[in-house]
């Protein structure tokens, strides 16, 4: 673990699964081995294992324990402690009872009885909070089971064919139940469909904003138009913290609109929640969390408890039992601190009892440092992307608010700036020596406008229009356009996408929209408001491909050389970072974390020249394709 610190440490010997499996013993005797023979074993697991303790494991979302998270493992391990019932583990029980209403009352839920449960993970704690709202809100399906009443389409489909009864489901007070989240939130939602038995086709992916916020009015579109179709709406899911670029739905807009429609809203804060801990930025993060009634959280992520540690928050912790309780009497004796009645299962390890501690030892004040270092290694990462001097090969970052977003109203009020990464997700290209500046997200809008709007095939979790042929369809990319945008900006969507129609705006020799031409247009759209409420200042994004066979060619391209230097830095052992998807159009990009706190200056540094020595190696074996080559003024 210390040569892992090092500037020239490894953070994991790396081998294939093949050559491990000759390297490593796997196989399992009759007669142990005792304590010599087994050591070689574990000498061999420290070697290949992966080290999360370095702060050059950029990886995932979590990263190595902390010292006290170790000692609390240790104190766990040793007493074997058994959270379902407050008999056998006492301590960790009050442990469990304290800190998840600590947690509650930071999030704003100040009622005497606020609280939670610790989770195996946050899949597990999302899954609770769907479970605990099915049954809170429809508590006849706990014993009956699931019997929605049928919608308005099958009930119409079945009395065409003669039916006159619908069975157990004629007197149901409830229609097909539908759950709502962001098209980019996490994929737990669908696997709680799948074990609740409600299928992922009625987990209803509201579109993003140009950051990846989920659109409060597509949500409320959306609600209406299932209502319309006999199904009731009961979950909302709104993402703290989404995995891939770190965005933050607006959580106060959905609890009105939950509220309104009698919904249940839960706060997925497993990556952001922890935000919670600086007071400053929950304040525009995580407004309207008091609202929720349910909240995930995960400290094993960004206050580096030891993994796993997921917690559940509520209004009123008593919701658990009453939901979920089926009161085995021969393991629960009426004590109200008997945790395990009030989750899916029976033995449970007291997880929260890692954060209990660490709380102890670092405060309030020692874990919002933490995060800020981490978010200060963000800026200064950028800065170091930012620079230029790279004898030709460059970093390209991936945009992620509009042009035309309006920065005048709520936004631009508090503070933030959404091209800019809401956490600690730094997401970028490498850009191989000789190849030009190519604006992605201009060539995602024209693909998007001139493909997927003419295609029958809906992305993955898509809106409604997936769930039922009756609405209208409605195949959206990731992104939506958010509506908040001005009459002035509208006016310059219009002018652009004409432009990017406009024959007049191409280069003789390419496909690609001419920058200067484009740049221009948006220039003069931005200045026709007559009451100056929008000044826009033209950015060089780069060239926008309108020929369906140069997207396709350079987006495989750029795939084919981020995944190979992806390769080539993890066999070298020195780092570990990760590449991300984002929707059908895009090509998949780099996503750096940088959530451990003791990554020093040295790490950043030293991470640019890995990603551009690999990279260098790569761009020399992989061609540059025509229409991704630079251009100079000859050419043109």
């Known amino acids: 673990m210390e040569q892992s610190?090092?500037?020239?440490?490894?953070?994991?010997?790396?081998?294939?699964?093949?050559?491990?499996?000759?390297?490593?013993?796997?196989?399992?005797?009759?007669q142990g081995v005792g304590p010599e023979g087994i050591f070689p074993t574990i000498t061999q697991t420290l070697q290949h294992?992966?080290?999360?303790?370095?702060?050059?494991?950029?990886?995932?979302?979590?990263?190595?324990s902390s010292p006290i998270g170790v000692m609390a493992e240790l104190l766990l391990a040793g007493l074997n402690g058994n959270s379902h019932v407050y008999h056998v583990?006492?301590?960790?029980?009050?442990?469990?009872?304290?800190?998840?209403?600590?947690?509650?009352?930071?999030?704003?839920?100040?009622?005497?009885?606020?609280?939670?449960?610790?989770?195996?993970?946050?899949?597990?704690?999302?899954?609770?909070?769907?479970?605990?709202?099915?049954?809170?809100?429809?508590?006849?399906?706990?014993?009956?089971?699931?019997?929605?009443?049928?919608?308005?389409?099958?009930?119409?489909?079945?009395?065409?064919?003669?039916?006159?009864?619908?069975?157990?489901?004629?007197?149901?007070?409830?229609?097909?139940?539908?759950?709502?989240?962001?098209?980019?939130?996490?994929?737990?939602?669908?696997?709680?469909?799948?074990?609740?038995?409600?299928?992922?086709?009625?987990?209803?992916?509201?579109?993003?904003?140009?950051?990846?916020?989920?659109?409060?009015?597509?949500?409320?579109?959306?609600?209406?138009?299932?209502?319309?179709?006999?199904?009731?709406?009961?979950?909302?899911?709104?993402?703290?913290?989404?995995?891939v670029l770190g965005a933050f739905d607006p959580i106060r807009p959905c609890g009105e609109i939950a509220k309104k429609y009698n919904c249940w809203m839960h706060v997925d804060g497993s990556?952001?929640?922890?935000?919670?801990?600086?007071?400053?930025?929950?304040?525009?993060?995580?407004?309207?969390?008091?609202?929720?009634?349910?909240?995930?959280?995960?400290?094993?992520?960004?206050?580096?408890?030891?993994?796993?540690?997921?917690?559940?928050?509520?209004?009123?912790?008593?919701?658990?039992?009453?939901?979920?309780?089926?009161?085995?009497?021969?393991?629960?004796?009426?004590?109200s601190h008997d945790l395990g009645d009030g989750t899916l299962g029976c033995g449970r390890r007291s997880d929260a009892v890692k954060l209990f501690l660490g709380w102890k030892y670092y405060g309030k004040l020692g874990y919002q440092a933490r995060i800020e270092k981490s978010l200060w290694n963000v800026n200064r990462f950028m800065e170091l992307l930012a620079q230029d001097d790279f004898r030709g090969q460059k970093f390209q970052m991936l945009r992620l608010g509009?042009?035309?977003?309006?920065?005048?109203?709520?936004?631009?009020?508090?503070?933030?700036?959404?091209?800019?990464?809401?956490?600690?997700?730094?997401?970028?290209?490498?850009?191989?020596?000789?190849?030009?500046?190519?604006?992605?997200?201009?060539?995602?809008?024209?693909?998007?406008?001139?493909?997927?709007?003419?295609?029958?095939?809906?992305?993955?979790?898509?809106?409604?229009?997936?769930?039922t042929p009756l609405l209208k369809a409605t195949n959206d990319p990731y992104f939506s356009q958010t509506n908040t945008t001005t009459a002035?900006?509208?006016?310059?969507d219009a002018i652009h996408d004409t432009s990017l129609t406009s024959s007049t705006t191409l280069s003789p020799s390419s496909s690609a929209v001419s920058l200067a031409s484009s740049v221009s247009i948006l220039s003069t759209a931005s200045s026709l408001s007559s009451n100056g409420a929008v000044t826009r200042t033209a950015v060089d994004h780069g060239v926008i491909l309108t020929d369906p066979r140069e997207r396709e060619e350079a987006k495989a391209w750029m795939e084919h050389v981020i995944k190979a230097i992806h390769a080539r830095i993890r066999v070298r052992g020195g780092f570990m970072i990760d590449y991300a998807p984002l929707g059908a159009y895009l090509p998949i990009f780099f996503r750096v974390v940088l959530n451990p706190p003791t990554i020093r200056e040295l790490d950043l540094v030293k991470?640019?020249?890995?990603?551009?020595?690999?990279?260098?190696?790569?761009?020399?074996?992989?061609?540059?394709?025509?229409?991704?080559?630079?251009?100079?003024?000859?050419?043109?």
């Open 402 to 467: 509009s042009d035309h977003d309006d920065q005048t109203g709520a936004e631009a009020k508090s503070g933030r700036d959404k091209s800019k990464p809401s956490l600690l997700q730094v997401c970028f290209w490498y850009r191989p020596r000789g190849s030009r500046l190519i604006d992605w997200r201009g060539t995602e809008r024209v693909w998007k406008d001139n493909i997927e709007l003419l295609s029958s095939t809906a992305p993955s979790r898509a809106t409604s229009a997936a769930v």
């Open 607 to 636: 991470l640019v020249s890995e990603i551009l020595e690999c990279g260098e190696a790569v761009g020399d074996a992989v061609p540059i394709p025509e229409c991704c080559r630079e251009k100079s003024l000859e050419d043109l």
């Open 271 to 335: 990556w952001g929640g922890c935000v919670i801990f600086m007071p400053e930025l929950a304040k525009t993060l995580l407004d309207g969390s008091e609202m929720a009634q349910s909240i995930t959280i995960n400290p094993h992520k960004m206050l580096q408890t030891s993994l796993q540690c997921s917690l559940l928050l509520v209004q009123d912790a008593t919701i658990f039992p009453r939901a979920n309780a089926l009161n085995a009497n021969y393991l629960f004796h009426g004590q």
């Open 488 to 492: 002035t900006a509208d006016a310059a």
């Open 89 to 243: 583990s006492p301590v960790f029980t009050l442990m469990e009872i304290h800190v998840t209403r600590a947690l509650a009352r930071l999030f704003g839920f100040k009622g005497e009885l606020a609280g939670g449960l610790s989770c195996p993970g946050g899949s597990a704690s999302n899954q609770l909070a769907m479970v605990t709202a099915r049954n809170a809100l429809f508590p006849e399906v706990k014993k009956k089971g699931y019997f929605p009443r049928p919608s308005v389409q099958e009930q119409e489909e079945m009395q065409k064919q003669g039916y006159c009864s619908f069975g157990p489901a004629a007197s149901s007070t409830y229609g097909k139940l539908i759950a709502f989240t962001s098209s980019a939130g996490h994929y737990s939602l669908e696997k709680s469909a799948v074990i609740m038995g409600l299928g992922t086709d009625n987990i209803v992916g509201v579109p993003c904003d140009s950051s990846g916020a989920m659109i409060p009015s597509e949500l409320e579109r959306l609600i209406q138009e299932h209502i319309a179709l006999g199904h009731t709406p009961f979950f909302i899911n709104v993402t703290a913290g989404t995995t």
């Open 49 to 64: 294992s992966v080290n999360t303790f370095s702060p050059r494991f950029m990886d995932k979302l979590y990263a190595g």
């Open 5 to 30: 610190r090092q500037s020239e440490g490894l953070l994991v010997d790396y081998r294939e699964p093949e050559e491990l499996e000759r390297i490593m013993d796997f196989s399992l005797p009759d």
